[in-house]
Every structure is written in C-alpha cells, then in structure tokens.
C-alpha cells in the first residue's frame, strides 16, 4: 500500500501530464507540471548549484541556518523563498559554494580555509556535541548518506543530511575529542536520455570524511593540498588521520563530485527516500483495527437489530400508559433525553471547532493519498493543512450554530465569536510561548514576525469572518425539531451502578479508538521527531476511517448502556468518551519521549510537550465531535420510532 501511494500516483501523475504537454505542444502551445513535480533536462557541463538548508538535530529538535556556524560562506548569501510551511518547519535555504558541473567529475576541490579560535571551536563542539546534521538540496533532492545493511537485514537505508563530526579517541588515548567531516565526497546519479543525451538527476549522495589537510609552503589560492591532490590521484577514503577541533586549529574544507549512470527514471526518484522495509507491521496494524471494528460493529448490529428493534415493538404495543410506567430502560428518560446540556454554548463550540478540524484532515488526507502534497514540495502539507483549517471555518459556524439554535439559543453572534476564538486563542498562546523559548535559543525554527502576522491574518481576516458567515446561515436554518416532547421537571435519575461511573465509562471509551490507531501514530511520531520522512498515506487514511467507525460505535455502545441505566445525560458523556482517546495519545507520547528519543535539554522538551499537547488537543475535538454526532443521530433513531402519546 505505502509503495502503491508513493511510486504509482506519482508515475501516473507524471505520465498523465507528459503525455498532455507533448499532444499540446504539437499545437504550439504551453503546459504546466504541479508543484514539485517538474523535471528539468541538464547537457553535459551545465552548472549545478547545491543548496544549503538548516542545520538539524534530533537531540534538541532545535533547528539552525546552516550559516550560523562559519562554513564557508559564499560571497552573497542568498535566501530562497520559502513558503509558509517552510518557514513554520524552520527551512532556510540558501544558496553555498558547492557549484558542481553536470557530468563533469571533480576531485579534491578546495572550498575555503578556516582558523579557528575559541569561541568557533566551542560553537562547533556543541553542534558535535548535539549530533547536528547538514542539510543540502540539489535539484529539489535531499542530500542523504547511504548507510549499507548485512544481507540478512536488507537493502541499503537512507539517512537525511550528514553529521558535522564525530566524538572519538585516538588509539591508546581515554581524552575524547570532537572531529569535524571537513571533507565530502559527493555521488550525483542521474538517468540519461540516449536520443537527447539530457540528463536528469535522480540522486544526491555523500560520504563525509574528517581529514587534517597538509600542504607547503604559505597559503594561497592555489596552494595544493597533499593530503588530496587530483594531479598526483591521491583522494580520501577515510578518516585515518581525522580533522580535530580545537582552538587555533586550521581547517581546510574539500569536496569530490562523481557521476553515476542509473536505471532509475526522473519520476521514480523518491523512492529511494520512501520505500518502507516495514510493511506488514502497517498491515497488522490495519487488521488489528479492523478486529476491534468487527467487534464493535458485532455489538451495535446485536443492540440495533435484536434489543432496540424487540424493545421499541413492544413499547409501542402497550395500550395504557400504567402499562407504560412498568417498563424500565432508555424508553422511561424519552421526556428528558433532548433536555439541553449544563455548558451548551460551549458544547457547541467544541462541536463546530471538531467538524472544522475533522474537515481539514480528511480532505488533506485525500489530497495527499492522491499524490497532490508530494514530499518534494516542502512545506506543502503543512501549508494545505493551514489554509484547509482557515477555509473550513465556514463549517464550524454553521455546525456550532445549529446546534445552538436548537438549544433555543438567540446570540448567534455570541456563540460565531465563541467557536473563532475559544480553540484558536489557546492554540496560539501555547505556540507564541514555544515560539519564545525557541527565539531565546536564537534558532532558525523560531517564527520571523512577518510569518506571525500572516498566521494572525488568516485567522483575523479569513477564518473569523468565514465562521461568522458560516453561524449566520445555520442560524437561519429552521431548528432541529426534538422527536419527543422534553418534560419541564427534570426527572431524578436513579443510583448507577459503578461500572457506569460517568468518569469509568468515559476512560473506558478512549481505549478502543486509541487502540486501532496507535501502531501507525509510532510511525507519524518518528517522522516528526526523528527527522524521516512520512509518506504511507494509503494507510494513513485506511486507519482515519476506521478511526471514526471506531468512535462512532463505541459512543453509541456506551450511550445505549447509559440510557438503559435511566441516565440521559449524554450530550457531554458522548463527546468525552470518544474523546478521552487524546488522553491516552498524550500518555503514549509521554512514553515515546522517554524511550526513543534522547532529549536532555528542558527548552526540547517543553517544546516536544508544548506540540503534542496541541496535537493532543486537536485530537480530542475530532473524535469527541465524531463520537457526538455519532451517538446524537443515534438517540434521535430509536426516540424517534417509539409512540408518545
């Protein structure tokens, strides 16, 4: 499925649009390619210029631009234009030294030479220290280290970005000592037309070495380097005599670039980056879902057909209301069942603030499993997801406001201004918080104020207004009409038995919907804090679907119990029990952080917190919305069949 989802969308795409641009350019006319999806032809001895981006490390989670530490900056440095998402992720592109020529092999090319003093030296140390990665792009390509495998473990696997050094010793030595890759072998693999003998690059590797360079005389800018000299063919293949960081140490930068035929057409290229050598752990992750699906499925199939369909004919069959007053069960609470909830205003807040997050993820879920958010196009699913957000608030006005007008609401206003501002608001105090503790440590992830205005405006100037339309059309929609009539005395509701404890039931009900969930949320976390990529949205979806089935069910399970027990106060209870599976999703991250990841620093870890208690925050508004509707569609069923007189 994760192979179907990367290669066959992507060469169908690709297939589709090449075949539309060659019948239209017959015609003399132009075409387009989707963003991140255009290929471009080089000749032999075009200029092929490597880009550089931020620096990252999975200790602290705390990017950098490359060009805050002294590497060999070129004369301007120049930033690309990064889009939103981009910028939210902490990408810095700009452009480097490093100008290679297609198909023209280099060796030994000296890019700059540094002395360094204390305060570089410690810089450097700490970045070594913290296991930072140089990033680097080359045609839209990420630059990765292959890391070869045994025979028995498989193919070769992919690490993005390499490692500015290394700690280690030196035989017969116990002090341990920083070493920086100063020297980087370069492999560009490209695919060749034979009728045109373009070329399109379809890798971007390296091997760093750490290396202290030696050479005569005084430096100049054609001094040769002995230890790397292309005219005596002497290159590096190893950090034997590596490259030490220390105060008043001079360091030399060098590179090579070789060449490499491959097999491997343009539109197949990000394979290498996505294929998964885990694919039956999704596959039991999806039949591990779909059992807890069947079960709960097998129960609401067993209360819809058997109980409910036995109990409603028989209660519409009693001819005295005295025969009626001995029934016991969901049908005795049918006069308070539609009594409105204690909080209804902010019910429906939280309802309409589900549907808008609900109609976000599936639609960016959809456009991904198409192939539309490619992983070349950086930042574009974060972007989509953005934007999706700010559109769909139309929904949540309108979804927030017809429930309210059914609780006999008549400050439309008030509620549209409620569901604008109440999730958003403290969203956003949680992030500008994080966003300053990440400005404190002068990274590169902290958000420019440029980019904070723009957030403030698609909130302020977009999505607000759009939920005010959205409150004003639900408001004028006729309201949804109770089936039964609702009692003005509220009926007492009877001692429950403790399994029925609303905060049990409630605890109970997250488990299932986490449970079908959890093996691929392993996958979502590692792409997000071990700095891989995520692209198996096949299965993504597949597991979102029966997500909702999941909380659907369980809801309506619950909810029936409930009303049999005589307790009809299910609006909240229904969207807290699906919801309360946000809980246990925190709780896992709580133990991914302290098993798989190695952060130390308390900045990394009150932002690994700050964002998967956002995470987990959105998470329960979207099964807690589900699980209302869910079991809302269902109460107005079955009270809806049974005759009142």
């Known amino acids: 499925m994760g192979r179907v989802a990367v290669r066959s969308h992507t060469v169908r795409l690709l297939f589709i649009l090449e075949t539309i ?120 390509l990420p630059l990765v280290v292959p890391i070869a495998r045994s025979e028995q473990e498989g193919r070769t696997v992919y690490q993005l970005g390499f490692h500015i050094g290394v700690k280690g010793q030196y035989s017969g030595s116990k002090n341990e000592k920083y070493f920086l890759h100063n020297h980087l072998s370069f492999v560009v693999k490209y695919h060749r037309d034979q009728q045109t003998d373009s070329a399109r690059i379809v890798g971007f590797e390296v091997t760093p070495f750490s290396v202290k360079h030696e050479y005569e005389g005084k430096w100049s800018e054609n001094t040769r380097v002995a230890t790397c000299d292309p005219h005596s063919k002497r290159t590096v293949s190893s950090s034997n005599s590596p490259q030490e960081v220390d105060d008043k140490q001079e360091i030399i930068f060098t590179y090579d670039v070789a060449y490499q035929e491959s097999d491997v057409k343009w539109a197949s290229r990000w394979d290498t980056y996505l294929l998964m050598t885990d694919d039956q752990i999704h596959w039991f992750s999806i039949v591990n879902s779909l059992m807890i699906v069947l079960f709960l499925s097998g129960m609401v199939a067993m209360i819809m057909l058997r109980t409910l369909y036995r109990d409603i004919s028989r209660y519409n069959e009693l001819e005295t209301q005295e025969e009626a007053q001995e029934e016991t069960g969901w049908k005795l609470v049918h006069a308070d069942v539609f009594r409105p909830p204690i909080n209804s205003d902010f019910l429906c807040v939280y309802v309409g603030t589900g549907v808008q997050f609900l109609g976000m993820v599936l639609v960016t879920t959809i456009f991904a499993v198409l192939g539309f958010l490619s992983p070349s196009n950086r930042g574009g699913l974060m972007t989509a997801m953005l934007l999706l957000w700010v559109f769909m608030g139309l929904f949540a006005g309108y979804a927030s406001a017809r429930l309210y007008k059914m609780f006999k609401g008549t400050e439309w206003k008030q509620i549209a201004l409620r569901t604008s501002f109440f999730f958003p608001a403290t969203v956003f105090v949680i992030f500008f918080a994080l966003n300053a503790l990440i400005w404190g440590q002068k990274s590169s992830g902290a958000v420019p104020f440029g980019t904070m205005f723009a957030l403030v405006f698609l909130w302020f100037g977009i999505s607000v207004p759009l939920v005010f339309v959205g409150s004003y059309v639900g408001f004028r929609k006729p309201a949804i009409e109770d089936p039964v009539k609702t009692n003005k005395i509220p009926r007492q509701i009877p001692e429950q038995a403790w399994y029925m404890n609303p905060i049990f039931s409630i605890l109970i009900g997250g488990v299932l919907p986490f449970g079908a969930v959890f093996i691929e949320l392993f996958f979502i976390l590692t792409s997000i804090w071990l700095n891989q990529f995520y692209y198996i949205f096949g299965f993504l979806f597949i597991v979102f679907i029966i997500l909702i089935i999941t909380c659907a069910e369980i809801t309506i399970v619950l909810c029936y119990f409930q009303l049999c027990g005589e307790d009809y106060l299910w609006w909240w209870r229904s969207y807290l029990t699906s919801g309360s599976s946000a809980l246990y999703l925190f709780l896992y991250a709580t133990f991914y952080f302290f098993t798989k990841l190695d952060i130390t620093k308390p900045v990394s870890g009150a932002l690994y917190f700050g964002y998967m208690f956002i995470a987990s925050y959105a998470f329960f508004v979207v099964t807690g919305t589900i699980g209302f509707y869910a079991c809302f569609w269902f109460t107005r069923l079955i009270y809806s069949s049974v005759k009142i007189d």
């Open 21 to 140: 641009c060659t019948l239209l350019l017959s015609h003399n006319a132009l075409c387009f390619y989707l963003p991140g999806v255009a290929p471009e032809d080089f000749q032999k001895g075009d200029p092929l210029f490597v880009k550089v981006n931020k620096l990252t490390s999975i200790k602290t989670q705390l990017p950098y631009s490359y060009y805050s530490l002294p590497l060999c900056p070129p004369d301007t440095v120049v930033d690309s234009r990064e889009n939103l998402g981009e910028v939210l992720r902490g990408d810095r592109i700009e452009n480097s030294p490093y100008v290679f020529k297609m198909r023209e092999p280099q060796m030994c090319t000296v890019v700059c030479r540094l002395k360094l003093d204390a305060k570089i030296a410690k810089q450097l140390k700490d970045k070594i220290e913290d296991e930072y990665r140089v990033n680097m792009i080359l045609d839209n």
